[in-house]
C-alpha cells in the first residue's frame, strides 16, 4: 500500500474525531429553549451521548499514524466491538427513556464491561513502544476482535427490532399520538445503526482500510445531521399521563384472552362510546388505550379487540373522530387557523393533524 493511501486514512480518521468531538461539544453545551428546563425528557440520554462521541479520542494513534498495523488492529477493536455496544446503549439512553423501561440497563453493563475492558488493552497496546498487537497469537488476536463483536452485534440487532416494535405501538396500537414517540427519528436512526454494522463488519471480516475510511465518512456525515437534527427535542410535552412499560403490555399480550359474549362484547362497546365519545376523550391529545381501559372497567386487551374489531384500531378510530371534531370546529370557527383548530381537536400540532389526515385518506 502506498504512503499516500496511508495518508489519506489518516486524514479521513481526523475528520471523524473531530466530527464526533464537535457533536459532544455541542451536545453537552447548547440545549434549545425553554426544553433546557426539562432536559431529562426533552434530551433523555444526553450524558451518555456526549461520553460515547467523545470517546472517539481513542483512535488517535491512528490519526498520527495510519501505517501502524497496532493502531489498525485498535480501529477494528472501536468499530466492530465498542461501536455497536456505543449504538445501542445510545438508542437504549434515548428511546428507552421514553418508555420508561429500565431493566435494559443491568444487562448492557455486564455485557459492556469486558468489551471495554478490550478497549483499553488494544489502546494500550497501540500507543506503547514497541510490536504489541503484531506479536500475538493470531487466534488470539481474532478472539479479543470477533467474539465481543459477534456479542455486541447481536445485542445491538435486538435493540434495532424492540426500537421497531415501540414505533410500531406508538404510530398504530396503544397511542392515539405518535409525536410523544419520534418514529422518524427512531426509523432514521435504526437504519444508520444497520449500515455501520454492515459496513464495519465487512471492512474487518477482508481487512480492508479503504471500506472503514468509507464508513468513517458515512458517519461523520451523519453526525453532522444527528447534531442539526437533535438541536430541537423531537417530543411535543410531557405526557399528561405515564406511559405504560413495556412489561406491563409483554405481561398483558401474553396472557390468554378469555372468550366473551356478544352481550358483553356490546357492553364493552357502550362503555367505550361513552369513554371516548360522549366524554370526550379523543379531545386528549395524549390519549392512550390503557387510559380508555381504566375509565372503561375492561382489561386493555379486551378493550384492544374490541376497537380492532370494530374500528380497525386505535389510532384510526381516535383520530377518525378528531378529524370529524375539526371540521365541526372550522365550521362554527371560521376565523380559527388550522393550529388553533388542531389543537382544539385533540392534534399536538398543526403538522400532526395533515400527517394523520393524509394517513387515514390514503388508507381509504
Known sequence: MEYNDYYY?????????????????????????????????????????VSAFASA???????????????????????LPIMPLHLTTLLLTYFAEIMEWKRWRAPMLAI????????VAALVMAILPGEQISGIDPVLAHC??????????????????VIRAWAHRFNEDDYSNANDFPVVISRRWSLLTFIN???????VVLNNRGIMAANMLLFSVATVVIVISALNPHRNGPMEEEAETPEVAEEEETAPRRGISKK???????????????????????????????RCGYSRSYIAGIIKSEY???????????????EIYLNEH????????????????RQAYYTVKARLEKQK
Open 264 to 294: 358483553t362484547s356490546k357492553e364493552i362497546l357502550s362503555s367505550i362510546h361513552i369513554v371516548v365519545v360522549e366524554q370526550q376523550a379523543y379531545l386528549e391529545s395524549h390519549l392512550t388505550i390503557q387510559d380508555v381501559a381504566d
Open 197 to 203: 454494522l454492515i459496513l464495519c463488519w465487512t471492512a
Open 312 to 326: 380497525g384500531g386505535f389510532f384510526d378510530y381516535i383520530n377518525g373522530l378528531r378529524l370529524q371534531n375539526m
Open 112 to 119: 459492556g464491561t469486558p468489551i471495554a475492558l478490550v478497549m
Open 144 to 161: 479479543l476482535l470477533y467474539i465481543p463483536g459477534i456479542v455486541s452485534t447481536v445485542v445491538c440487532l435486538a435493540t434495532l427490532v
Open 57 to 79: 479520542l481513542v483512535l488517535l494513534p491512528y490519526v498520527f499514524h495510519p501505517e501502524s498495523e497496532d493502531a489498525w488492529f485498535m480501529i477494528r477493536v472501536f468499530f
Open 334 to 349: 371560521p376565523e380559527a387557523t388550522v393550529q388553533e383548530a388542531a389543537e382544539a381537536s385533540g392534534f399536538t400540532s
Open 9 to 49: 486514512f489518516g486524514l479521513i480518521a481526523t475528520v471523524f474525531v473531530t466530527a464526533c468531538l464537535t457533536v459532544a461539544a455541542i451536545r453537552w453545551f447548547h440545549m434549545c429553549r425553554p426544553s433546557d428546563t426539562n432536559a431529562r425528557y426533552y434530551y433523555p440520554g444526553r450524558p451518555y451521548f
